[in-house]
Each structure stands twice: as C-alpha cells, then as structure tokens.
C-alpha cells in the first residue's frame, strides 16, 4: 500500500521554540494532506487540509498563525508549530489521499511533541 | 450536527473468542466507512473500508464488518481475536466525494485481550 512518512517521530523543545514536522508521501502523489492532532487516550482531531500551492484550511478552533502548514509539492507538507507551549504538547498525524483517488486515506506513524 | 459513535471505550475479551466493535454515525447520506487500528505510539492503519456494494465487508488480518444502512451502523467483528490485536480501534466516516475528503473519527475503543 501507500506509504506516508513523517519526521520527526519524536522531539523535545524548550517552550517558545518552534518546531517544524515534515509529511511525506513516498510513492504517490498527495494533493491533499491532512494534519490531525491526538491527545492521550483519546480520538485524532483534525487540525487542517492541505491542498498543494494553496493555502490550508483551518478548522474551527485551530489557530492558523500558530500552526502553520506548507504543502510546497505534491509528495510533501509540513507544520510548524511557532512559539510553543507545553500545552501544545501532543502527537500530531498527517494523512494523504492519492491524487484521483476517493476516500481513502494513508497516515503517518505520527510525531510526539513534548515542550518543555 | 453530524456525528461518529463508538459505544464502548474498553473492551476486553480472552484470547480465541470472538470480538465485535461497535459504530455509529449519524449522516442523512451512505457515508464512506472506515476501521483503523492503532497501536501505542503509532499512526494509524487500515482495517477495512465500505464505499458501496456488498455490505460485509472482508479487511486486513481477518477482520470483518458489515454496513448496516437501517441502523446506521458499522460493526467491526473477528471471530477469534489474537493477543496481537490489542491496540486502539478507531471507526471514521468521510462524507461525499467533495469537501477534501475529510475524515471524522469516533472516540476510539481500547481492546485488550487475556491471554
């Protein structure tokens, strides 16, 4: 299957840092990406879409000054968290859907971030 | 407001027997549907989908579900549970073709299995 990789898997920033994480669609073109949020024991809520060479689309709730999400290409999107605070501490998963393809989605293994 | 239901948020069941998940969604339309797997300090992976067509639906490592449009439900069965498939099972739902295929999650439901 489709594989969608992201980096880091782990990191660890002092609080007021900003942190960028990196989603990448290995073998196949993602023209949209999303970018979900999970806290501890509970469900992935989504953050934002991302649609290659245009801006992403925020949900409700979701400071997009705060996050901000580059979909540069067609195999790779990020997010930066900008000025973080332990409260952002989380795991955060980006999926991809395959250019053409409907509905299915692929994840990446996740990022933890901690802020201290 | 449009909505994805799993009832139950722990489960446990010994080794050999069988398991159903339960989810609900509350959609006017057929959704498309989804099982998820997650294990602790992963991303997700899919278990099985239902876009259309047969009902039941045959996924990944012998997991079953069956799309049930009069009760609007999506229950994730196998019928004899490995201690490997202890993990976080997670029912999604996308709506349409449109709206950037945006997958809304249910809550999740920890299974753990006795050995």
């Known amino acids: 299957g489709a594989v969608v990789s992201q980096h880091p898997s782990w990191v660890i920033c002092k609080s007021g840092t900003s942190v960028k994480i990196e989603c990448r669609s290995l073998?196949?073109?993602?023209?949209?990406m999303f970018w979900y949020r999970q806290f501890p024991k509970q469900s992935l809520m989504l953050m934002a879409t991302s649609n290659e060479g245009s801006k992403a689309t925020y949900e409700q709730g979701v400071e997009k000054d705060k996050f901000l999400i580059n979909h540069a290409s067609l195999t790779l999107s990020t997010l930066t968290v900008t000025s973080a605070h332990p409260e952002d501490s989380s795991f955060y998963i980006c999926?991809?859907?395959?250019?053409?393809?409907?509905?299915?989605?692929?994840f990446g293994e996740g990022s933890r971030l901690t802020v201290l | 407001a449009q909505s994805v239901t799993q009832p139950d948020i722990h489960i446990t069941v010994s080794e050999g027997a069988s398991l159903e998940l339960r989810c609900n969604y509350s959609?006017?339309?057929?959704?498309?549907l989804f099982w998820y797997v997650q294990s602790p300090g992963q991303g997700l992976q899919l278990l099985l989908k239902y876009f259309s067509g047969d009902t039941l639906v045959q996924g990944i490592k012998g997991f079953e579900a069956e799309f049930k449009r009069s009760q609007s439900s999506f229950n994730l069965r196998k019928p004899s549970v490995h201690w490997s498939d202890a993990a976080e099972y997670f029912c999604?739902?996308?709506?349409?073709?449109?709206?950037?295929?945006?997958?809304?999650f249910g809550t999740g439901t920890q299974l753990k299995v006795e050995l």
């Open positions: 999604a739902v996308v709506i349409g073709t449109g709206g950037g295929n945006k997958l809304t």
């Open positions: 999926s991809a859907r395959a250019t053409g393809v409907t509905g299915e989605l692929f």
């Open positions: 959609y006017g339309a057929t959704p498309y």
């Open positions: 073998d196949f073109q993602a023209t949209t």
